[in-house]
């Protein structure tokens, strides 16, 4: 998303800027702007805030440029390469994958830890997405409670929020689009492009795995099932 943002970006102040008089001036003005821009650039296109550059970096930037000889947004390269850069990344991600498959892995033998690689000393065990694994309980239950007062201030219907409502709340953790929307697959469970309040627990969860700093799990983990979907996907399998 980074490079489609800075076209969306440059477009703009391309198109502010007038054609013979005051261009410094509105270059000026557009600089000190760019936070409002910023804005109403992620209503415009709905994108994350978390996609845009650091508004200090980029007016500092901009102060070397002649917005004039910016380019005019072209719609269909921008989806061109979206569409380059989501089918390339996801062919890499299988070729690392299967880079991991194929790596041999000496396994602890015996006791509560057999089968695994380090036991409790593997990098990053109990912690992200890997916190509750080891556990009955369900982990995201212990911060339902003030997930389930969020999810009833966004109009549930039948016990469901719509994507457009779940979008509304997702966004604010201000991650980029791409990770949310990865969240988003993970957390609908039943695929039905809604939320019960179990999946949307779920998709908060996630998001605070992201923030805290770890990384997303590609597919859902049996612990991070949330508990009225287990059957379901059991089935599925």
Same mark, same amino acid.
């Given at each position: 998303?980074p490079?489609q ?5 440059? *477009?703009?102040?391309? &198109? ?6 005051g261009k410094?001036? &509105? ?10 821009i ?6 415009e ?18 102060e070397?440029y ?6 005019s ?10 569409n380059?850069? @989501? *089918? ?10 299967q880079?991991?498959?194929? @790596?041999?892995?000496?396994l602890?033998?015996?006791?509560a ?7 409790p000393?593997?990098q ?5 997405a ?9 982990v995201?239950?212990?911060?339902k409670?003030?997930y389930?007062?969020?999810?009833? @201030?966004l109009s ?5 929020? *719509? ?19 990865k ?13 019960d ?6 998709a908060?969860?996630l998001?605070?795995?992201k923030?805290d ?5 590609? *597919? ?12 379901s996907?059991? &089935?599925?399998?």
């Open positions: 998303m490079l943002v800075h076209a969306y970006i440059i *477009s703009h102040l391309k &198109k502010e800027m007038p054609s013979v008089f410094e001036n &509105k270059k000026r003005e557009l600089i000190s702007r760019l936070p409002e910023y804005i109403q650039l992620q209503r296109y709905q994108i994350s805030a978390g996609d845009f550059p650091e508004v200090k970096a980029m007016q500092e930037q901009l070397n002649d917005f004039t000889k910016f380019h947004l072209k719609p269909k390269l921008i989806e061109a390469v979206d380059m850069l @989501t *089918s390339k990344i996801a062919s890499l991600m299988s070729l690392i994958s880079e991991e498959l194929s @790596t041999p892995t000496q602890v033998q015996g006791g830890f057999d089968g695994t690689a380090e036991g000393f593997n990053g065990y109990g912690e992200g890997k916190e509750g694994a080891d556990e009955e309980e369900w995201v239950a212990k911060d409670p003030i389930d007062e969020l999810f009833y @201030t549930p219907i039948n016990g469901k929020i *719509s994507g457009v409502n779940a979008k509304k709340e997702m966004v604010t953790s201000k991650l980029p689009n791409s990770v949310l929307g969240i988003w697959k993970l957390a609908d469970c039943d695929c039905d492009g809604m939320l309040e179990e999946e949307f627990a779920l908060k969860h998001i605070k795995i923030l700093g770890y990384e997303l799990p590609n *597919s859902l983990p049996p612990h991070l099932v949330p508990p009225s979907h287990r059957k996907l059991q &089935k599925a399998d």
